[in-house]
């Protein structure tokens, strides 16, 4: 128990951001139009692709000589950069069509 | 100073996902809110790879493997993303949202090694290290599910007789073993973690293949949810406030999106992913009672809609499979040379992704001022001409609204039938996605049109021509 009160007292600064992140993701979407439900699908879809930087961490560290840590990383990083620009550029030709036209 | 920079540099990124999205919720400034976000994003990796250090003081290595594999997942994410057909965005969403759960996936099996050689155990590490296993594992396999299904790769949806016990004790199951490496790894064989893995990904797969094709919205943006949660927990592994930040907003978002679009709907989110959309006796019982469905021809259908004050088009996903956006915008412009207002009305979840069918719209020119929402439009049905219904089924079955046997009661829907004349243009008389009869077939102002969407509509747009 009391390892778990202390976690959370080393941890307390990524707890205030995790909660703030709460409230500020739900307020920044709540006045979305339902056009833009699939666009801001995408979009968020992209933005989680930040799992990216943990997989360059992970792969920037392993030892050289480890084959699996190797190749597991390498595959994280292919399919990390997959999501952020396979996710940017799907959500970018779906908006690119709301331009407006006259 | 170099990790002043990288500080500065995941301020900057964070700050520009928050405005991101801010931006994205507004049609005029969407693009450029993704446009921004991704240049925050670029930011955040840039200077991950030249500035981070590890506790140790370590830079990052092995610099030639991680550019070449950006450079290989930038090249194939950028050809699929821009090959893909505006039809197929849905499962192209689905796909991208499940390599990021992959990596996250990848990320936790590397680390748990690290984890579980070193003497001392943070029990915070410990399991930030298996939630994002976890989660990310239930998101690839459970988005690759979805995949398929959107693809039509898979169309079944099984549901086990005790398909809720057997999901229960699997989940059960995962988080116990997840729990039990997180606090007592140097008792684990090196097989388990792996182990773990597999009923994860087992799990996504028994979670997704019960639900139905026409959930598959709610499920993507659940499961896009969940790899913002399973990127938060990297975050909070590595202390790294930039991954913390992007994985939380799209996790919170991403719930959010889910329960709205539960909410348009009409059904609980509990509903959507645990009990089958069955059909009830009833439902069928009062379609067999109603008598046989009236056909109309190409040319009669041109004469009427040529003379009509006004028109209303009701979309639904038979438009996006037959491709028909610009084949009917074409319609609609020939008809408005001839006096006919038109309009079209989008109803909250038609085709396969709320917003899907006024992207397809928009693809192919029509204004956006034509595109009504389901509230702003329903008023005006019993003023209206005629209503032209492609390949839209469930969404104008004015059963949700009196019968209470339908499984879609309570849903709301578009009030097509209250106009004069309706034409409903479907490949045949097979019930729709939900798999339940359309009582509005049977209507005395209802008019069948069979055929493929483009076809017909390439014919009505040679007869309307020949007026």
Redesign the interface.
Known sequence: MT??FS?LS??IE?IY??IL??????E???????????????????????????????????E?HNIL??V??????????????????????????????K | MEHIILDVCYLVASVLFVIGLKKLSHPDSARRGNLMAAFGMSAAIIATIFFHKNDAGEAIGNLGWIIGAIAVGGVIGTLTAKKVKMTDMPQMVSLFNGMGGACAALISLEEFGHFSASLEHSLGTGLSIMAGLIIGSVSFSGSMIAFAKLQGIMEKSPRLPLGNIINSLVILATLGSGVYLAIAPEMAAPWMIYGLFAVSLLYGILFVVPIGGADMPVVISLLNSFTGMAAAFGGFLYHNQVMLTGGILVGAAGTLLTIMMCRAMNRSLTSVLFSAFTVTGGASGTAGAQGTAKEMSVQDAAVLMSYSNSLVIVPGYGLAVAQAQHAIHKMAMMLEEKGVTVRYAVHPVAGRMPGHMNVLLAEANVPYEQLKDMEEINPDFPSTDVVLVVGANDVVNPAARHDKSSPIYGMPILDADKAKTVIVMKRGMNPGYAGIENELFFYPNNYMLFGDAKKSIEKLIEAIGAL
């Not at chain 1, 992140?21 to 739900?26: A, D, E, L, N, R």
């Not at chain 1, 597991?72 to 779906?94: I, K």
């Open positions: 390892e778990i976690s080393t941890h990524m951001i995790i992140s709460i409230f500020v993701g739900i920044v979407i709540s006045k979305v139009p339902a056009v833009l439900h699939t666009p801001l699908m995408s979009g968020a879809n992209a933005i989680h692709g930040v799992v990216i930087i943990g997989a360059i961490i992970v792969m920037g560290h392993a050289s840590a190797l597991l990383g390498f595959l994280a990083v292919v399919l990390g950069t997959l999501n952020v620009v396979g996710g940017f550029v799907v959500t970018d030709r779906m908006l690119e069509m709301f331009k407006k036209k």
